[in-house]
């Protein structure tokens, strides 16, 4: 059996760098790679200001090591760790899934990671996951929403960290706040309607005691309708999440109640299909007979027959500047703005 020389020996790297064990530390990593420690972590933290040449040396003593960063250890050596906590009142909602898929896309390679929690539009619950956020020492968190219980607003202005808050407008953010205007949503669907000749309308809206956002599209709407000279608008609440189903329901009983309607606005997309099915059912033209808009613009509302009209909000673009002035703030700058109206927009189709 050949044994190893001293010569061969300064060329076959020690067993941990072989192996890639547990217990591999940045220092192995670097001296692997051949650069400091402090390279490493600025590598492993932050991959955009590490040039490409040095980030593929140590991504593969990486590899080799199987070297895992001690995250927890991080955020106590610098008192923040690499995480950003992003607050959403639904995961299933596409409206709030969009944002954060763009919030990702806009942080890919600064080494942030998000931490996702879902409040149920409760207050309480978002209080509850700010809490739980904060344990983790994050760098920024970002809210849906300008309402926050008082306990959550206290917890985050002691935190001194960058906090964005999104979806709304306020003229008073805890920071910095990206959105648009709810009761401008609710006000251009009545002028839209009016525009249409309708003057009998109708909304219907889901858990409009908990989703404020709706109920402030609802708001304008009402608001709109009497500065036209308009009849206050019938309504049917539904306690439950929006479904097709509950919209189909609440138009028959909005319809039933109030037959001469000829225009609802929905809170949002779903209840506005499951009103257009019910429409159908009933034989009523749409628009003819009756008008129909939702809110959101989802994928299916193009789709459908006639075309769903709606407003769509700007949900992709919110997540871009959420994580724009989260890159900016987490480098130490600061904007020269606070508040971003980032608009909406009525979407014209078949069912108006």
Not at 259 to 265: C, L, M, N, R, Y
Not at 335 to 341: G, L
Request: include cysteine; proline fraction near 5%.
């Amino acid at each position: 059996m050949t044994k190893a020389t001293p010569a061969d020996m300064s060329t076959v790297p020690p067993p941990r760098e072989r192996l890639g064990t547990s217990r591999s530390r940045m220092a192995d990593v670097a001296r692997l790679a051949g650069v400091s420690t402090a390279t490493v972590s600025r590598a492993l933290r932050q991959p955009d200001r590490v040039s490409p040449a040095v980030r593929a040396k140590i991504e593969e003593a990486v590899e080799r090591l199987s070297y895992r960063r001690n995250l927890m250890a991080g955020a106590l050596a610098s008192a923040r760790s690499q995480t950003i906590g992003v607050i959403i009142p639904s995961m299933i909602n596409s409206f709030f899934s969009a944002t954060v898929e763009a919030i990702e896309e806009g942080l890919a390679g600064s080494g942030y990671q998000l931490l996702i929690g879902n409040s149920r539009y409760a207050l309480e619950t978002e209080e509850q996951l700010v809490a739980s956020v904060l344990a983790w020492s994050p760098a920024a968190i970002v809210l849906t929403g300008r309402r926050h219980s008082r306990a959550t607003i206290r917890a985050l202005l002691a935190a001194d960290i960058p906090i964005v808050e999104m979806w709304e407008l306020s003229d008073q953010p805890i920071d910095t706040i990206v959105g648009f205007s709810q009761r401008s949503a609710g006000q251009m669907v009545v002028r839209h309607f009016a525009e249409r000749g309708a003057r009998r309308l109708g909304f219907i809206g889901a858990m409009m005691d908990r989703d404020y956002r709706a109920g402030e599209r609802h708001a304008g709407f009402v608001e709109a309708a009497a500065a036209a000279g308009i009849a206050p608008p019938a309504e049917v609440r539904l306690p439950e999440r929006a479904s097709a189903t509950g919209g189909g329901d609440a138009l028959r009983s909005l319809l039933d109640a109030h037959p001469e309607t000829d225009a609802v606005f929905c809170s949002n997309d779903v209840l506005a299909l499951g009103a257009l099915f019910e429409a159908q059912r009933r034989g009523w033209l749409v628009p003819q007979r009756l008008k129909i808009c939702g809110f959101g613009d989802l994928d299916f509302a193009a789709a459908s027959e006639p075309g769903l009209t709606t407003v769509r909000p700007p949900r992709r673009e919110i997540g871009v500047k959420v994580a724009e002035l989260l890159r900016a703030r987490l480098a130490g700058e600061m904007p020269a703005e606070t508040v971003f109206d980032l608009g909406s927009e009525l979407v014209l189709r078949g069912s108006t």
